[in-house]
């Protein structure tokens, strides 16, 4: 499997913005759907967005017009646009191909704490 590094997490109040970039050492993201996945204290994880191979996008209801997912193939960078976060955004966020395979291999992902 390709290494995946999260990275762009950090602590933003309500309302605030950031994006994360997922940067792979090889170039995978032009032929997987790729998708952000995040964890919550206690929660189960679960998928926040996804790109496809032609760049069609989905994404959950939670984040739908908050957040957008997107792709650099040149640079095999992904990233996630996050807008109006609030506190239940809170989460470390990962990427990893879209559907996930049967064992995943999940990297240390970025955390993402949004608090006034």
């Known amino acids: 499997q390709v290494q995946l590094v999260e990275s762009g997490g950090g602590l933003v109040q309500p309302g605030g913005t950031l994006r994360l970039s997922c940067a792979a050492a090889?170039?995978?993201?032009?032929?997987?759907?790729m998708g952000w996945y995040r964890q919550a204290p206690g929660k189960p994880r679960e998928m926040v967005a996804v790109i496809l191979r032609g760049g069609g996008t989905i994404y959950a209801d939670s984040v739908k017009g908050r957040f957008t997912i997107s792709t650099d193939n040149a640079k095999n960078t992904m990233y996630l646009q996050m807008n109006s976060l609030n506190a239940e955004d809170t989460a470390v966020y990962y990427c990893?191909?879209?559907?996930?395979?049967?064992?995943?291999?999940w990297g240390q992902g970025t955390q993402v704490t949004v608090s006034s």
């Open positions: 090889g170039s995978i993201f032009s032929r997987n759907a």
């Open positions: 990893n191909p879209w559907p996930l395979m049967p064992r995943p291999n």
